[in-house]
C-alpha cells in the first residue's frame, strides 16, 4: 500500500478533521475516498458540458415513437 505525506494549513486540516470524524473514518481511509471518487472513470467535463447543446436533437420520445406496441409479457 501507498503512503503519502500531505501539507496542510491547520484551516484545512481541521476540516478535514470533522468530515472524517463526521464520516466515522480515519483521516487516511476518509482522503483515500475522496480520491477514489475524484478519480473514479467518468466523462470528462468538456463531454458533459456538451450535454444539452443541440436544442433540435430529439427527445427518446421522438426517438422511440417509431417502435410500435410491446407485446404483452406472459404470466409467470
Not at 463531454?47 to 436544442?55: D, H, I, S
Request: net charge negative; hydrophobic share 40%; glycine share 6%.
Amino acid at each position: 500500500m501507498a503512503q503519502v505525506t500531505l501539507y496542510l494549513d491547520e484551516a484545512t486540516a481541521a476540516k478535514m478533521r470533522l468530515a472524517a470524524k463526521d464520516a466515522g473514518l480515519s483521516m487516511s481511509r476518509w482522503l483515500g475516498e475522496v480520491i477514489e471518487r475524484e478519480t473514479a472513470e467518468h466523462w470528462p467535463k468538456a463531454v458533459r458540458e456538451l450535454a444539452g447543446q443541440w436544442p433540435d436533437f430529439p427527445t427518446a420520445e421522438e426517438l422511440r415513437q417509431d417502435e410500435g406496441e410491446d407485446l404483452p409479457r406472459e404470466p409467470l
